[in-house]
């Protein structure tokens, strides 16, 4: 994606690149990423443990993060939380992005079902609850999905 080459290449991000960039190599809601706290990061491991709301209750998704990526966004993960609203953050990435922040959510779902070409694993990084919209998605891109069923 050419917006995620422009972020990786610009010498200095600010925070709403580090949420654009987390949000694209996570798949993680807004809500998700500004609701990050400091015991949230494992500095050591380049992993962020993120709560994830859901109607059946509340859990938590740890997901390492590449060495690439993390060397752009450690900074303003030594700094949580990020203290901004949703709507702040959708306004600036409507201005800045030209997409409002759940289409990065999206991206990574396409990225993800292009690279694994496994349902059921971009299911659970994604967290969601069927496989309805990721084979929507799988449908749109023409990609021949194996499920948990093949």
Not at 53 to 59: A, C, V
Not at 119 to 130: D, G, P, Q, T, V
Request: a positive charge.
């Amino acid at each position: 994606m050419k917006l995620y080459r422009m972020l990786m290449e610009k010498s200095d991000i600010d925070k709403y690149d580090a949420i654009a960039l987390i949000a694209m190599a996570t798949g993680r809601r807004v809500s998700e990423i500004l609701g990050l706290e400091p015991g949230d990061v494992d500095f050591a491991n380049r992993r962020i443990t993120f709560k994830i709301l859901k109607k059946r209750g509340t859990y938590r998704l740890a997901i390492e993060i590449s060495e690439k990526v993390w060397g752009k966004i450690e900074p303003f993960l030594r700094n949580l939380p990020f203290n901004l609203s949703r709507i702040t953050v959708y306004k600036v990435f409507m201005k800045r992005y030209g997409y409002n922040p759940h289409a990065f959510r999206h991206f990574f779902a396409l990225y993800c079902l292009e690279t694994y070409r496994d349902i059921e694993r971009c299911r659970r990084f994604l967290a969601h609850s069927n496989y309805n919209l990721l084979a929507r998605y799988a449908d749109a891109v023409g990609i021949d999905l194996k499920t948990p069923l093949d």
